[in-house]
């Protein structure tokens, strides 16, 4: 069955570093999301993209955070300088049908800021 | 704007118990309407789905009914067992938002002991 890749699986970075998280989703999906997860609950939309731009994006992602499509198949979530409460899962999803039939979430990047 | 709310948990079962997490909705449009499961350490996996009013979603034993009327969307399984022990969550996914983002509420976690 295809799945949603993502990489790193856990990324520990200091405070005001920037950080690259990667996700390469099926591969005849059009639109493409990412989300967050902190405390292993509440799950919270960050962006959705789709024909190589941004279709919406929430409170959350502010001018910190960017996503790109950089060659096909991979799709990044950059955050330019971290800071302690970006520490949460990541996930990357995607989906056929403007998530109007479900996604396919990845297994998630886990990010820990110091 | 959308919003997805789910019973409180955490539930505790014992292994054959009946199952049943309660989900209600409000939406502006006609939504989708999803169950995902997230097992230990793992993403979410679209559990199963339902796209308009009195569809049944299910798998694996597990189901959901649209209900427009009292905008809800409960989970149910006859016999749960050990390894249906993961946090569950609903999810909304509304046509009249841009490329198909959706709401999730804040997951139950179920526990079954044998």
């Known amino acids: 069955e295809p799945e949603v890749t993502q990489t790193p699986s856990h990324q520990v970075t200091q405070m005001g570093q920037e950080v690259i998280l990667r996700c390469v989703p099926i591969?005849?999906?059009?639109?493409f999301y990412w989300y967050r997860q902190i405390l292993g609950q509440k799950v919270e939309f960050l962006v959705s993209?789709?024909?190589?731009?941004?279709?919406?994006k929430s409170e959350i992602f502010d001018d910190q955070f960017s996503v790109e499509r950089p060659d096909g198949s991979n799709f990044t979530l950059k955050i330019r300088s971290t800071k302690l409460e970006d520490s949460a899962m990541y996930f990357c999803?995607?989906?056929?049908?403007?998530?109007?039939?479900?996604?396919?979430f990845g297994s998630g990047t886990r990010l820990t800021v110091v | 704007g959308n919003s997805v709310t789910q019973m409180e948990g955490p539930v505790t079962l014992s292994e054959e118990a009946f199952l049943t997490i309660n989900c209600t909705y409000t939406?502006?449009?006609?939504?989708?309407l999803f169950w995902y499961v997230q097992y230990p350490g793992e993403g979410l996996q679209l559990l199963l789905k339902?796209?308009?009013?009195?569809d049944k979603g299910s798998n694996k034993g597990f189901e959901a009914t649209y209900r427009k009327e009292t905008t809800s969307f409960h989970l149910e399984k006859g016999s749960v067992q050990v390894s249906d022990s993961a946090v569950y969550f609903c999810?909304?996914?509304?046509?009249?938002?841009?490329?198909?983002?959706?709401?999730f509420g804040d997951g139950t976690t179920l526990t079954v002991k044998p």
């Open positions: 999803a995607s989906s056929d049908g403007q998530g109007y039939y479900g996604y396919t």
């Open positions: 993209f789709y024909n190589n731009e941004i279709s919406e």
């Open positions: 339902a796209t308009k009013a009195d």
């Open positions: 591969s005849n999906h059009l639109y």
């Open positions: 999810a909304l996914s509304d046509l009249n938002t841009n490329a198909g983002k959706s709401t």
């Open positions: 939406a502006t449009g006609y939504p989708s």
